[in-house]
């Protein structure tokens, strides 16, 4: 595909981009930078609707294990400082969600490491409320992931209206 051809591709990316800024202004429940990085997970993960729910399942455990982490970190910073108790906290999770390597269904680790980035970043953002920083980041985990299929989608789309047939 020449360059010309490829020119509406980068548009529909372009526009995709922009929406999902407009729905960060408009939509309370929704990040965009956490969406742009979950959309990025849709084509980490093999540009498939079966990856994109796994990319959900993902980052739904990448939260629980985030949360996991301050909780214990928490706990066990009263009683050993935090230099001790958060590192502590953070090599116990870690232990466990590399185990999660063998488990098919939740076996895209670096989907739990961003989703968990992603969660630390707006949870310090919600002042540490898990009520506001949680439904944040999974719906635009959701919406990245749609944003990746509507890519995938339009691109396939476009690339077969513009291209020629190549008959066997």
């Given at each position: 595909m020449n360059m010309v051809k490829f020119l509406p591709h980068a548009g529909i990316i372009a526009i995709l981009a922009a929406l999902m800024q407009f729905m960060d202004i408009k939509i309370a429940q929704f990040s965009a930078w956490v969406g742009f990085a979950a959309w990025a997970c849709y084509f980490l993960n093999?540009?498939?609707?079966?990856?994109?729910?796994?990319?959900?399942?993902?980052?739904?455990?990448?939260?629980?294990?985030?949360?996991?982490?301050?909780?214990?970190?928490?706990?066990?910073?009263?009683g050993m400082g935090a230099s001790i108790g958060f590192p502590l906290a953070v090599?116990?999770?870690?232990?466990f969600v590399i185990?999660?390597?063998?488990?098919?269904?939740l076996d895209f680790i670096p989907g739990w490491f961003v989703g968990a980035a992603c969660f630390f970043g707006y949870n310090t953002i919600a002042k540490g409320d898990y009520s506001v920083s949680v439904p944040v980041i999974l719906v635009s985990c959701v919406g990245g992931q749609f944003?990746?299929?509507?890519?995938?989608f339009l691109r396939t789309a476009y690339g077969k209206a513009v291209e020629p047939v190549v008959a066997d």
């Open positions: 093999g540009c498939t609707l079966k990856g994109g729910l796994k990319v959900i399942g993902c980052w739904v455990a990448g939260v629980v294990a985030s949360i996991l982490i301050i909780e214990l970190g928490t706990r066990f910073s009263a090599g116990i999770v870690a232990f185990l999660f390597e063998k488990v098919p269904a944003f990746g299929w509507v890519t995938v």
